[in-house]
């Protein structure tokens, strides 16, 4: 749908370009309406189309033929599906932001070799069962995910930025296939209820990955006693909160090494790691190799992935 809408306009409002077969990307800046306070988007698109839009400017709505209707506004991302089941689509304001269009079977073979290189295992029909139940679209902002995503992306240059964008894409087509709520009354990996006060513990960390964070730190924080935050968080997810802490700060940097030129110091600072002996060690702990070695073997990866 917004991708027919995009390639439709002046050659001004966008710039396409692709990392992979069956993939497209188009950053683009929509000009904000003169005379109607929304402008329409006309509802059309193909099946096992999978576009991802991360929102950095303005809003855009769209209205189901049943049900609610569904909004992403900057920094926001919005996941369409199918659009079948949609009425009507509009944006506001100036709608800007880079679009990723994944074309499922053009893709099958780029997908799963991306999936395959970062240790992931990729269903798109259980992502389009999820899907069709949202109505074919779904969005998400103020979450632990996109905050850290937007906290990312920021201080990326704009080729990084959109080699980012596919790869949270396809994270996120995974996480879809594997998520589950934390919300609501949600259970953990054990199946024990997860106290609010633990979720923004959670939430904490994964947006605060760069900063130094200690067990005495975040019980003054959330107002939390050492023995509650460290026994509860065990409980609740299955691992101690340093952990935890850990296995986020790796894979924000595996992230970062997959998708960008930025200096593997650099990546180090950015996650937590005041050291490079420190960061080396831990990392090839968990992927059985040195950060340097893992960005050469994902360059070397056949069919390139980005």
Not at 256 to 283: H, K
């Amino acid at each position: 749908m917004l991708k027919e809408y995009l390639s439709s306009q002046d050659s001004g409002t966008g710039r396409w370009s692709s990392s992979m077969p069956g993939v497209q990307i188009c950053r683009f800046s929509l000009p904000e309406p003169e005379q109607e306070p929304l402008q329409s988007v006309p509802v059309c698109g193909a099946l096992l189309q999978f576009e991802v839009l991360f929102c950095l400017t303005g809003r855009l709505t769209v209205r189901a033929l049943q049900g609610a209707s569904c909004t992403v506004e900057a920094p926001g991302i919005f996941l369409l599906s199918d659009s079948s089941a949609l009425r009507s689509c509009q944006y506001s304001g100036n709608l800007g932001g880079i679009l990723i269009a994944v074309d499922a079977k053009a893709a099958k073979e780029s997908l799963v070799t991306v999936c395959s290189t970062l240790g992931m295992r990729l269903d798109t029909r259980i992502v389009k069962e999820k899907m069709t139940a949202r109505n074919g679209c779904m969005t998400l902002c103020g979450t632990p995910w996109t905050q850290s995503f937007f906290e990312t992306v920021r201080y990326l240059s704009e080729q990084e930025q959109e080699r980012y964008c596919v790869f949270k894409s396809v994270e996120l087509l995974y996480l879809l296939c594997t998520e589950v709520s934390e919300s609501n009354g949600s259970l953990s990996g054990s199946g024990c209820p997860v106290s609010h006060s633990l979720l923004e513990v959670k939430a904490y960390i994964q947006t605060h990955l760069s900063d130094k964070l200690t067990i005495a730190f975040l019980c003054k924080q959330f107002s939390l006693s050492p023995t509650f935050l460290k026994e509860g968080f065990r409980r609740a997810y299955d691992m101690p909160i340093h952990s935890f802490l850990v296995q986020q700060r790796l894979r924000r940097a595996q992230e970062l090494i997959c998708t960008t030129r930025m200096p593997i110091q650099q990546i180090a600072q950015a996650v937590g790691y005041e050291g490079m002996s420190q960061f080396n060690a831990a990392f090839k702990r968990e992927y059985g190799m040195t950060p340097g070695q893992y960005r050469k073997m994902s360059e070397t990866a056949t069919p390139r992935p980005f």
